[in-house]
């Protein structure tokens, strides 16, 4: 992989996937600096992923399309059984890295320019807090309604999340009131990855709590049909596509 790609993810994920150690950072706008773990993280084989996914993935079903697939695995576990799978991610390389992998259907494309490209799905996956694409209130309704446009009369999202009360870290309820008083939710973050000597554009993120997501959904024609928990406020939400008139 050249050097002189600026791609944090896509040098994190390359250099896992050649069997190197890797460690991802995560550097939010306020300074403060986090250890999201490692590259192989996004390797791991099923029985290694935590319970809430691998419970998550019985509600699969039709066409499938992963946004933020990062390495892969959700595909290539759906692709192994059976499942029409396309793969999507931001990062050029890290696409390159899925289809080294042997997933069939991966696209470089971002989530905001997501459109009927690819036919309809049945299934969207928004796993690993992928959730958080989702920016912010008001942008999050936009990208639910493409979804919305880009899903069958069965749609389904298959998202994860972490509530972002469920902390007692200074410095995390620092910045939920740092937000607020700049009219922002709580939960909302910006961020950038940092890898070795690359380094991400700063992007929003957004963690949410169940009841903040379901007061985003209204209107959008979605709807929480149930909830998986996992540890230290993690959840997932199974999100149906609300029946027309």
């Known amino acids: 992989m050249p050097d002189d790609i600026p791609d944090a993810y896509g040098h994190l994920m390359y250099d896992a996937y050649t069997g190197k150690n890797t460690t991802e950072v995560v550097e939010r706008d306020d300074g403060y ?27 699969a079903r039709g066409r499938v399309l992963d946004i933020g697939c990062g390495a892969g695995r959700h595909s290539l576990y759906l692709q192994e059984r ?3 799978v396309y793969g999507i991610d931001s990062s050029a390389s890290v696409i390159s890295v899925c289809r080294k992998r042997g997933l069939k259907n991966a696209h470089h494309m971002p989530f905001n320019r997501l459109s009927r490209e690819f036919g309809l799905f049945d299934t969207i996956l928004m796993l690993g807090n992928n959730l958080g694409l989702l920016e912010n209130c008001e942008r999050a ?42 009219g922002r939710m709580p939960g909302q973050l910006r961020i950038r990855i940092r890898y070795k000597k690359y380094k991400t554009p700063w992007f929003n993120y957004l963690l949410m709590s169940k009841e903040e997501l379901e007061d985003i959904l209204k209107n959008t024609g ?22 027309s008139d």
Do not use: C
């Open 141 to 182: 309704k936009t990208h639910l309604k493409r979804l919305h446009r880009i899903t069958t009369k069965r749609g389904r999202i298959i998202g994860e999340s972490r509530d972002p009360y469920q902390t007692d870290i200074p410095e995390h309820l620092e910045y939920h009131e740092f937000n607020r008083s700049r």
């Open 82 to 84: 059976g499942f029409e």
């Open 33 to 59: 600096i986090d250890y999201a773990g490692g590259g192989k993280d996004y390797l791991r084989k099923f029985d290694e992923w935590p319970e809430i996914q691998r419970e998550a993935m019985k509600f």
């Open 222 to 243: 979605w709807a929480v049909n149930e909830y998986i928990d996992g540890k230290d406020g993690m959840y997932i939400a199974i999100i149906d596509k609300e029946e």
